[in-house]
């Protein structure tokens, strides 16, 4: 009896998901993080390479009430050539870290185009295997939705930090949406470590109105 709940007991263990965690933001009042970016673009055939910093600053919110702070892409190089920085967006995330509006000049236009660098958070354990969906209703009315796949692919160290992997589908439920897919990492604290995505239809408004594809990798700085 004693040999046989060892044996239960070890294989109860030996079966259990050794790499789960609770997949929460990190977003805390004056949370700040910077991501180097790099960017391959192609606008209607033209070949371009993108270089900026991204810092994501929050100043405020929790507690049921929406995040707010600013999104900043800084020293913007085209091609190795200065490019000029816009000014910081305003941005209001929910507590799963979705950017649902945009208030300025260019208003959501930037909330459209920083979707497919957004990390969506189920606020639940997560272990190898485990699949969800979700949508994103934007705060403009006339906004499509976004609609988020994840699939977590276990745990990988990437740049020497224990992360999460993760395969990411994302996609606007509308004609000539954008749509994107790749893979983000997660370290255990929620913050994110690295992301890859690729780009389809992506409109950029510094940049015009013309639709690009474009491969995106993104990696925490510090």
Do not use: H
Not at 4 to 24: G, H, M, V
Not at 79 to 99: I, R
């Amino acid at each position: 009896m004693i040999l046989t709940s060892l044996i239960a007991a070890t294989t109860i263990l030996s079966t259990a998901p050794q790499d789960t965690w609770e997949l929460k933001s990190p977003f805390t009042k004056g949370y700040e993080a910077t991501y180097t970016c790099k960017v391959n673009v192609d606008a209607g055939g033209q070949q371009l390479e993108a270089n900026f910093n991204q810092l994501i600053k929050v100043a405020d919110g929790g507690s049921g009430k929406p995040w707010k702070g600013t999104i900043t892409w800084l020293d913007i190089m085209v091609d190795g050539n200065a490019a000029g920085d816009p000014p910081p967006w305003d941005v209001k995330w929910s507590e799963d870290g979705s950017v649902f509006a945009t208030p300025g000049d260019m208003g959501d236009d930037i909330r459209r185009m920083l979707a497919p660098l957004t990390f969506l958070y189920t606020g639940k354990p997560v272990a190898k295997g485990n699949a969800w969906k979700t949508q994103v209703k934007a705060e403009e009315k006339s906004a499509p939705v976004v609609e988020y796949n994840y699939e977590s692919l276990g745990q990988e160290a990437v740049n020497g930090k224990d992360a999460m992997k993760f395969k990411v589908t994302m996609k606007e439920v509308a004609d000539e949406g954008v749509s994107a897919d790749g893979t983000w990492w997660v370290a255990k604290n929620g913050v994110v470590v690295k992301f890859e995505m690729s780009i389809k239809d992506w409109l950029v408004p510094m940049a015009g109105d013309q639709r690009m594809a474009a491969k995106v990798v993104g990696t925490l700085k510090g």
